[in-house]
């Protein structure tokens, strides 16, 4: 049987708080992507790079 | 991974743990009976960027991680309100989170003790009988011998931090400025009266509200709401009475806003309890002032951090434009052959 999580979401058996709980996951959870993002390319701080970890100490590996 | 840390991955780990939190909180006072629109907003405080700090730096997530378990732990706290073995070894998982995460974690094992003793205590009716029941003194004891554990694991190997020793007049000004918290963030260019209203406006409701739930702690509704608020009120401000003596400084760092913002949410929560409290109140005109001047001060809380929330954005360009130069700085240090070759043989890459 094919559940989608659509399906899973309108049903009638699903708890309200659960539903509104889901809601204010998602909402902080792509907001607060969103707004990394936005962060990041507005302001250059020169931190989106990846740092390479070797015996304890840590250095610039590569940067934007 | 591997060998390699991203950022990137580490920032989206923090939004993750966010959004969890932000679930958990709203389930909790739905299942408390006090979503409204504005406790459902509650959450926008939650992804405020006066914590840029935090949401930008990746190894921050340890502030998301505490304040998952503190706020998550009061929830947990608030929805079963039994002395349960289950509830016992989930505040134990929450103190050793909170404690493992940030140094002022540790603050939640002296609150959730007092919390746990005070839902054994109801549950007894009153000490006498409490210490009759030998499964809430066996649950009780249990809990105690974990917090003593986790105590004893955390100050293994401690190194005391020197303590701060500016004015006990610079000390007071910082604590009320952090209380003032997203509205107020400099010490020393804001004027008192500035940090006092502030203060009154977030901390008001929940200053209001805690006695009238600890007078009627014998209801469910009282109880649980007063295990929520009461516990994540505590830990803040014993984490505001940490930073003022460990880490005072002339403006409230960002990166205590992931704690601080609580106390705007705690406002907003007081503040739907204090409407849901007004129902009892028998005259209707009464209930209708009461309703209307918690909604003005909703306006007033959402609408200062929404302004707070913006105006952190100047703060942000400004923290960027000093990140950039001390990165160039650091840059300059490495690209000398010396300090290069050293750099070479010491950890085995290069800088590129």
């Known amino acids: 049987m094919r559940v989608s999580v659509l399906r899973i979401f309108s049903s009638d058996r699903l708890d309200n708080c659960v539903r509104y709980a889901a809601l204010a996951g998602a909402f902080v959870f792509f907001f607060n992507a969103l707004s990394l993002h936005l962060m990041l390319l507005t302001f250059r701080f020169g931190m989106n790079g990846h740092w390479r970890i070797r015996s304890g100490s840590i250095c610039l590996a590569r940067y934007p | 991974m591997g060998n390699t840390w991203h950022p990137l991955a580490s920032m989206v780990v923090s939004a993750s743990l966010v959004a969890v939190l932000a679930g958990v909180w709203i389930w909790t006072i739905g299942r408390l009976g006090l979503l409204n629109w504005w406790t459902a907003l509650s959450c926008v405080c939650l992804v405020s960027p006066v914590q840029y700090e935090n949401m930008i730096s990746g190894f921050q997530t340890a502030f998301y991680a505490m304040m ?91 190194r005391t931090l020197p303590v701060n020793r500016t004015s006990n007049v610079s000390l007071l000004a910082y604590f009320l400025t952090a209380l003032s918290f997203p509205f107020v963030k400099s010490v020393v260019d804001t004027p008192l009266q500035i940090k006092v209203i502030s203060s009154i406006l977030i901390w008001g409701p929940v200053v209001a509200i805690i006695p009238v739930l600890l007078r009627n702690w014998r209801s469910v509704f009282e109880f649980r709401t007063l295990l929520l608020l009461s516990s994540i009120a505590a830990f803040v401000i014993g984490f505001i009475i940490l930073i003022t003596f460990g880490r005072s400084y002339l403006f409230i760092s960002p990166r205590y806003g992931t704690v601080l913002v609580w106390s705007s949410m705690l406002g907003l929560l007081a503040l739907a309890v204090g409407v849901r409290l007004m129902e009892a109140v028998r005259s209707r005109a009464v209930r209708r002032v009461a309703v209307l001047v918690c909604n003005i001060w909703v306006i007033a809380l959402l609408s200062a951090n929404v302004t707070a929330a913006l105006a952190s954005f100047d703060d942000m360009r400004r923290y960027a434009e000093w990140r950039l130069a001390m990165r160039d700085a650091t840059l300059a240090l490495l690209a000398t052959s010396e300090a290069a070759l050293e750099g070479d043989q010491k950890t085995g890459c290069v800088v590129s």
């Open chain 2, 68 to 158: 998952l378990a503190v706020a998550g732990g009061a929830c947990v706290l608030a929805l079963i309100h039994r002395l349960t073995r289950f509830l016992v070894v989930a505040s134990l998982a929450c103190v050793f989170v909170a404690a493992f995460s940030v140094a002022s974690g540790l603050v939640l094992s002296l609150i959730f003790s007092v919390g746990l003793l005070l839902i054994a205590l109801r549950e007894a009716g009153s000490m006498r009988e409490l210490v009759r029941s030998r499964h809430l003194v066996m649950n009780l004891g249990f809990a105690l011998v974990g917090v003593v554990l986790i105590a004893w694991l955390f100050f293994a190997n401690y």
